[in-house]
């Protein structure tokens, strides 16, 4: 039951910005923190703190979203079957077991470790608790995730799928995002 901690760097192409994420997986818990920093639609800060329960399903998700508008905050808790946003209710994800918070490739880890879809053969469709990015507004979306194949250096290629939407993920060894092709590419760590 050892503790992995990571920092992450990506390269956010879709965003135009970088977002660095602090990582400790312990067991099969993930814990997180990130920052973001994106210049598209507009210039906008975002920070976010994740926290997972045991089989990495989501318990609780802070995002605080900053550009010229001004500030938002998003307190996204699961509680059994049930989701809430700043204590309100949302029907509409119940049952999720995952937050999905866009542009951030983080989020992509959670249902590949908990199904080992970064070790061996697997397809899965889940029901995410999806974040749009940077105004937090929650929506439900339904995606897929296919294991295509296992990496030379002990990752592997997972297949998203989403609505018309498909990119080949590749993810490291520990489960973790390496490239979103079309968002997002991890920088290597310094030297």
């Known amino acids: 039951m050892g503790?992995?901690?990571?920092?992450?760097t990506w390269q956010n192409e879709e965003s135009g910005g970088l977002e660095t994420a602090w990582v400790e997986l312990t067991g099969s818990a993930l814990r997180a923190r990130g920052r973001a920093v994106g210049t598209v639609p507009h210039p906008y800060w975002l920070s976010y703190e994740l926290d997972t329960d045991e089989e990495f399903v989501t318990r609780r998700l802070q995002v605080t979203a900053e550009d010229a508008a001004g500030t938002r905050s998003l307190d996204l808790r699961r509680d059994g079957d049930s989701w809430t946003a700043n204590g309100s209710p949302l029907p509409l994800v119940d049952g999720a077991l995952d937050c999905d918070l866009g542009l951030c490739p983080l989020t992509n880890t959670m249902p590949v470790l908990r199904h080992g879809l970064?070790?061996?053969?697997?397809?899965?469709?889940?029901?995410?608790?999806?974040?749009?990015?940077?105004?937090?507004?929650?929506?439900?979306?339904?995606?897929?995730?296919?294991?295509?194949?296992?990496?030379?250096?002990?990752?592997?290629?997972?297949?998203?799928?989403?609505?018309?939407?498909?990119?080949?993920?590749?993810?490291?060894?520990?489960?973790?995002?390496?490239?979103?092709?079309?968002?997002?590419?991890?920088?290597?760590?310094?030297?």
């Open 3 to 8: 503790m992995r901690q990571s920092v992450l």
């Open 118 to 191: 970064h070790r061996g053969a697997g397809q899965r469709d889940f029901l995410m608790a999806w974040v749009s990015v940077p105004d937090l507004t929650v929506r439900p979306s339904r995606q897929t995730y296919t294991h295509l194949g296992r990496a030379g250096d002990g990752g592997a290629t997972v297949r998203y799928a989403s609505g018309t939407y498909v990119s080949d993920l590749e993810f490291d060894e520990a489960g973790l995002v390496v490239a979103y092709p079309g968002i997002a590419r991890r920088l290597p760590p310094p030297a």
